[in-house]
């Protein structure tokens, strides 16, 4: 590798010397303990481990042993993705980057002594936190519907065996039958995420049981790529689908898991499938480490370090940072900026401008596929989104299964990014 | 991936470097907007139950094509620009307020206009929360100004510095592969310097077509490019 040093290299690197530098104190390498081995948390992990080439003791606390990413389970649930395709383990990340892998729950954080405690009873000391666990719903934030009735009514919004329950009542379905969605409410992760379910399940009816309807509950006004869905859904899916937003009272939902019914604006229905999203919030063990606000951990836009503790660093969903949207890419993104800044703290490495992009894919019939990005900067309030684009309605059939491909090519992109 | 420029001390050349954010991102400040918007209380109703008074409300009035509100009666000269296709944007009101009249001759806007740009930021910035929020609809309007990610040049250690172009090389490998895979998406490593900064300023300047790469060869300057090209020529999985 040939560099061509500048000559005023040495001469700034001498007078800047003095910069501040968090070293570990009282004991060997510094240590980076992240909870949750998901799109933020995995690609943390891997990133400092990596970059730092063994000089920062990295542990990865996730409890299961096989991730299954929640971007492509719609895809699983329209028949264009099998399960295994979707799912992704730890041991590159154990074996090639020297992660220490530790399949549990986080069930603490003592900010003060700097430790996290495990459900198996370990207590594991660091000098930086990193919590990217994700999210976690609001019980009772549609009303008749809570944890426990996730079998009779799944989420399916946390990727794995509950992507599979729902799949499997789909194929169940009696024929003509109804499949309901109760959309969430703002913030939720992965803003087009519903109505492409709605588009790959309306996918899977049209070929399988064509006279089944789809009613969507929606308690928002408006939806991401709005215009693109609906103009898609008129194009395949004619007469299937009826999306009940605000305005005709699909915020005013009540469910009953026992009898199978729900109740939108007092009308009642009986769904053969009902497919309930509930609000979210940030994923439990950001709430225990007392670095939230309300549902979500305010962050500092420039590095990921939360408002209420420099040493913990919060990423993705968990996060209240601005503009990104909740997604796997922009969780991915923010754990490089974070990474890059958690290396320079700890060992002196150099820190760059952060930098964050987004893009979001989505399917609506097979070759149909749409995306939305932007570009964001940190700003000393928030993430500020600076530029965009959105797929235009009434593109020709090559682009939008050019922009298909592209997803597909992103999916392979972001996980090796994740999992190596 | 190994680090490539060990050669160099890590330390010390991060040390350069962590005085880097130059880069001033115009977000304006929504406090001072909202005192600002006293000026325009006696005529624009904002935030919940807002409703066209003298002028029309200003909710999700960022991304709102010009004189568009239904039961609101604006002049012809709005009128007409809202048909020849004139939308509300950052800049677009940035110039409206400064001087209404100029910007559209027969407005009925009566304010004199506001002459200070960062006024003009901040108040855009106050009104900007009564639209859609791009984290919930990410194709919402922007809420800041990105200016060109400038890094000043005398903290960039090396011309096509390949330690920058690592760092920034991971905003790439979220979609393309360093392993070279090239399904869907193609493939980035080993390109001769040359020809990868040609293909990315082709994106900036927006000859080549796909608007995810144009959006992020937009915003990276010469040495980030440069950079890049460096760092992707020779990687080493
Ligand atoms: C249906 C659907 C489709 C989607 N499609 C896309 C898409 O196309 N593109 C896109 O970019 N995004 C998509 N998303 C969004 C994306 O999945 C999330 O935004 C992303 O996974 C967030 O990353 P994260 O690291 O915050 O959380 P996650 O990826 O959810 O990871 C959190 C991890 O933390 C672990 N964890 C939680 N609590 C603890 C604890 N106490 N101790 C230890 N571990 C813990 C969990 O087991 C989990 O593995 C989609 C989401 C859904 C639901």
């Not at chain 1, 909870?35 to 943390?44: M, N």
């Amino acid at each position: 590798m040939k560099l061509n040093r500048r000559s005023f290299v040495g001469a700034v690197a001498a007078t800047t010397l003095a910069a501040p530098m968090v070293r570990a104190a009282g004991h060997g390498k510094p240590r980076v303990v992240v909870v949750g081995g998901g799109a933020g948390g995995a690609t943390a992990a891997r990133y400092i481990a990596k970059d730092s080439d063994g000089a920062i003791d990295v542990t990865l606390i996730e409890p299961t042993r096989t991730y299954y990413t929640c971007f492509f389970s719609n895809l699983y649930i329209g028949g264009f993705k099998s399960v295994s395709d979707i799912g992704h383990t730890y041991g590159t990340l154990a074996s090639e980057y020297g992660i220490n892998v530790v399949h549990d729950w986080a069930v603490g954080v003592d900010r003060d002594a700097k430790t996290v405690t495990l459900a198996g009873g370990a207590t594991i000391g660091y000098d930086k936190l990193i919590l990217s666990p994700g999210i976690d719903f609001i019980d009772g934030s549609v009303a008749g519907w809570d944890i426990s009735a996730q079998n009779a009514m799944p989420h399916a919004y946390k990727a794995g065996s509950q992507s599979e329950l729902l799949k499997a009542q789909l194929m169940a379905m009696p024929e003509g039958g109804t499949y309901m969605m109760v959309a969430p409410p703002n913030p939720y992760r992965c803003p087009p995420g519903p109505y492409e379910r709605v588009s790959m399940v309306a996918h899977y009816l049209k070929n399988n049981n064509p006279t089944a309807k789809i009613i969507v509950a929606d308690p928002k006004a408006k939806f991401s790529k709005q215009g693109l869905f609906e103009e898609g859904w008129n194009n395949h899916y004619a007469g299937m689908i009826d999306w009940i937003g605000e305005e005709f009272g699909g915020g005013n939902v009540e469910v009953d898991p026992g009898a199978m019914t729900v109740s939108i604006d007092g009308e009642v229905t009986k769904a053969d499938v009902c497919n309930v999203i509930p609000a979210m919030k940030a994923g439990r063990i950001a709430e225990i480490a007392g670095v939230t606000d309300g549902n979500w951990a305010p962050v500092n836009a420039v590095d990921m370090s939360t408002k209420a503790d420099p040493d913990v660093y919060v990423l993705g969903d968990a996060s209240q940072q601005g503009d990104m949207p909740k997604s796997g890419f922009s969780a991915n993104s923010q754990a490089k900026v974070c990474a890059n800044a958690v290396r320079g703290a700890l060992t002196g490495s150099r820190v760059f401008p952060a930098k964050f992009a987004n893009t979001c894919w989505s399917l609506i019939e097979t070759n149909d596929g749409v995306k939305v990005g932007a570009t964001y900067e940190a700003t000393d309030e928030k993430i500020a989104k600076v530029d965009g684009f959105i797929s235009a309605t009434g593109e020709s059939a090559e682009v939008r299964k050019a922009t298909y491909e592209e997803s597909e090519g992103w999916y392979t992109g972001i996980t090796s990014d994740m999992f190596g | 991936m190994r680090r490539v420029c060990s050669s160099l001390s890590a330390v010390v050349l991060g040390l350069c470097l962590s005085a880097a954010s130059a880069h001033a991102t115009e977000t304006g400040d929504v406090a001072k907007g909202e005192a600002l918007f006293n000026d325009c209380k006696g005529c624009h109703m904002v935030g919940e139950g807002a409703k066209n008074r003298v002028g029309p409300h200003l909710n999700m009035l960022f991304g709102r094509k010009a004189a568009s509100l239904e039961g609101f009666r604006y002049s012809k000269s709005l009128a007409r620009a809202g048909a020849n296709g004139l939308e509300w944007h950052a800049d677009t009101l940035s110039q409206y307020i400064e001087n209404p009249r100029s910007f559209a001759s027969g407005t009925r806007m009566s304010y004199r206009g506001m002459k200070d740009e960062a006024d003009r930021v901040n108040l855009l910035a106050y009104l900007r929360t009564f639209s859609d929020d791009p984290s919930n609809i990410p194709e919402a309007d922007p809420t800041a100004t990105g200016t060109d990610h400038t890094v000043d040049p005398e903290i960039l250690a090396l011309e096509g510095d390949v330690e920058y172009g690592e760092y920034l090389s991971s905003e790439c490998t979220t979609c393309h592969q360093t392993s070279g895979g090239d399904d869907g998406i193609p493939s980035i490593v080993f390109w001769p310097e040359e020809d990868f900064v040609t293909a990315m300023h082709a994106y900036k300047d927006k000859v080549r077509p796909n608007p995810v790469m144009q959006m992020i060869a937009g915003r990276l300057n010469n040495e980030e490019i440069a950079a890049l090209a460096a760092y992707f020529k020779d990687l080493e999985e």
